[in-house]
């Protein structure tokens, strides 16, 4: 049996190839399919079938298009309902890959209602350890959340009900040398605090998963819903697109090339200028008004947060590599309106004459000198509110940046704010955010906490009584 693992970065998904016997099935794809095509070929593999193990909230599947494009079957839960062409499968089903691998469908109702895992098994095999894909089910050190958009109406009380049936009256039921290989990672939304490492065996999550600790099940339902990270607002058009079937990329409008007076133009009739180039250029001069969402972080995640579907974008790169890149990335998450980008970058808008705009940027011994001296200067920090809990700068204000655009409201807008994260790239984003809604007086920490706390710099937590720096 061949197995392999696809991980994208920006995404932090998951996806999977199996191939025996000349046959092969791709498990969760991302939307743009190539890499899936290119690696079977290689494997001298033909496609037999594309498995979901439920309908994606986070991100556009591409499974429509990898079926017309090689022929495979699309395969899904049958409380799915899906609208496109496919092969419905119950718990307990079989399919077979070749003559040797097995593929059996484990319905595991919790994270959503259609979930399922599918548990890979090579018969030829008498050593083999079997492979179960969990999807959003069972991830590594965390479990699916239960409040997503696809619960059929179902309350986040009953859906994580289900997920517990699911977790021990089934998957802990399995042998504890079974391999799992989940559709997400850390970074991820559909989980709490999952894991960045990429796989591992159930006897190890059994140990270290908290959320398959011994316990009775209303504790589990109350665990498993408080606390929870925010709902992005383009989860369910995903699902939305997953349920339906994307459309191919090909049938896209791919970006076309604007001159700054025309990219000034759109701007000003309410296209949003995404500019994907890293925070600190970005930082150097950009277009008035745009928001920086550098290609070097979780790009398609974050745009998808931060700017509603079907908003109209012109994006602004380095190069026309980037400005496609940016576009396949966009799509990933169901933005497919990405219509134009600024020929030769801001070359030509600082060309023309056109206003720019600048946002400094310092580093965090400077900002704890600011802070020090007494400058009249507030910290935002944006990230989640389980990492400002860990520890940050003393006496930051938390405003995560997924919540920013409803929370700018209570901000005085004649204050002078330090914005800081993790590392400088969620700091970047909400600037500009800031910026749109009239903050004007921002200031981007490079490195963000991490590097504040690497430089031994004082921090503190909720409970902390630690104020060796004074955010006036």
């Not at 309908?55 to 298009?65: P, T």
């Not at 894909?133 to 997503?148: E, K």
Request: charged share 25%; glycine share 8%; aromatic share 6%.
């Amino acid at each position: 049996m061949y197995f392999k693992q696809f991980f994208l970065g920006c995404l932090a998904h998951a996806s999977y190839l199996i191939g025996a016997d000349g046959e092969a099935c791709i498990v969760d794809p991302q939307r743009d399919v190539d890499q899936y095509i290119e690696e079977a070929e290689a494997h001298g593999l033909k496609i037999k079938y594309i498995l979901e193990t439920h309908l994606h909230a986070d991100f556009v599947s591409g499974h429509c298009e990898l079926a017309k494009r090689t022929g495979a079957e699309i395969v899904m839960s049958e409380m799915a309902e899906a609208a496109f062409d496919h092969q419905s499968v119950k718990d307990k089903d079989i399919l077979q890959l070749g003559k040797s691998v097995t593929i059996k469908v484990i319905a595991t109702p919790g994270h959503t209602v259609e979930s399922v895992c599918y548990l890979v098994q090579d018969t030829s095999d008498k050593e083999s350890v079997p492979k179960l894909l969990t999807g959003d089910t069972l991830f590594i050190g965390d479990v699916g959340r239960p409040d997503l958009v696809s619960g059929h109406g179902m309350s986040s009380e009953e859906m994580a009900s289900m997920l517990y049936d699911s977790l021990h009256n089934k998957l802990l039921k399995l042998d504890d040398k079974t391999e799992v290989y989940p559709a997400h990672g850390a970074g991820s939304l559909c989980g709490k605090s999952m894991s960045s490492e990429r796989s591992s065996t159930l006897g190890q999550q059994k140990q270290f998963n908290y959320a398959l600790k011994a316990m009775p099940k209303d504790e589990f339902v109350s665990m498993m819903c408080t606390d929870l990270p925010e709902i992005p607002a383009y989860f369910k058009h995903a699902v939305k697109k997953n349920k339906e079937g994307a459309s191919h990329l090909d049938e896209l409008n791919t970006p076309t090339a604007m001159s700054a007076a025309e990219t000034k133009k759109a701007l000003e009739d309410g296209y949003v200028v995404l500019d994907v180039r890293p925070a600190s250029i970005f930082g150097e001069g950009h277009i008035p008004g745009a928001i920086n969402i550098g290609l070097g972080g979780q790009f398609a995640s974050w745009a998808g947060q931060v700017i509603p579907i079907e908003t109209p974008m012109i994006i602004v790169a380095d190069d026309k590599d980037a400005v496609q890149e940016a576009f396949v990335r966009l799509s990933r998450a169901g933005h497919d309106t990405a219509t134009g980008y600024l020929q030769d970058g801001m070359y030509a808008w600082n060309k023309a004459g056109m206003e720019v705009a600048r946002i400094e940027q310092i580093s965090v011994n400077e900002l704890f000198e600011k802070l020090e001296n007494k400058e009249d200067l507030k910290v935002i920090d944006v990230r989640r509110a389980s990492e400002w809990i860990g520890g940050h700068v003393p006496e930051a204000n938390n405003m995560p940046l997924s919540e920013l655009e409803n929370l700018v409201s209570k901000l005085d807008k004649k204050q002078n704010y330090a914005v800081i994260c993790a590392g400088g790239y969620r700091s970047s984003i909400a600037t500009t955010i800031l910026r749109r809604n009239g903050v004007s007086n921002v200031i981007n920490i490079t490195g963000g906490t991490g590097a504040w706390v690497k430089s031994g710099l004082p921090t503190e937590k909720p409970e902390s009584s630690t104020s060796a720096a004074c955010v006036g």
